[in-house]
């Protein structure tokens, strides 16, 4: 990391009453900052958005993709333990599958590893998340069909759930109507 990076952290570290705060703003809505300094695309390039779920909303982009939409990683272990936990989850979910204005898809993960690949095989197998259970059907599942493949193509294996523009409303109208927002 620069100097420059570092002093300009901890510019923005001060702002903040506690590192927990700090950390916890800085992981959900992460400065707009680095992208001032990005030139404007010209019309013709090709831009890729990375965005947190949190730093979505009020956003659209023409393709979106949601990756680890797995039970234990949306909705979040740790949202499991309060009703409000699991609906500001359900929100968020709600959030990532309508920001896509012509193409969604939604990556589940076939299991996961307890180690690094290659120092054993334990691992979990990865269920839906049950949020996309009532909509499933407005999906076409696909799967890459990778075998063992290496640790980057592990990273997404297992199924993908394909979404058109067609379906772009369906799930919004399915949503609302399912977790009134």
Request: aromatic share 6%; glycine share 8%; charged share 25%.
């Amino acid at each position: 990391m620069r100097a420059g990076d570092l002093q300009q952290l901890a510019v923005l570290a001060e702002s903040y009453e506690s590192r927990s705060r700090f950390l916890t703003e800085l992981t959900l809505e992460p400065p707009a900052s680095t992208g001032d300094l990005a030139d404007e695309p010209h019309k013709d390039d090709d831009v890729l958005t990375l965005s947190t779920v949190h730093s979505a909303k009020g956003m659209e982009w023409g393709a979106v993709h949601l990756i680890h939409a797995a039970d234990g990683i949306f909705p979040a272990d740790m949202s499991l333990s309060s009703v409000d936990g699991l609906e500001e989850e359900r929100r968020l979910m709600y959030v990532a599958l309508t920001r896509a204005r012509d193409a969604l898809s939604v990556y589940v993960p076939l299991r996961y590893h307890h180690k690094r690949a290659g120092v054993s095989d334990r691992h979990s197998f990865a269920p839906i998340s049950r949020f996309l259970s009532p909509i499933r059907e407005l999906f076409d599942e696909t799967s890459d069909g990778s075998g063992e493949g290496g640790a980057a193509g592990s990273a997404l294996r297992g199924s993908t759930l394909d979404a058109t523009v067609t379906v772009a409303d369906e799930v919004d109208a399915l949503n609302s109507s399912l977790w009134s927002l």
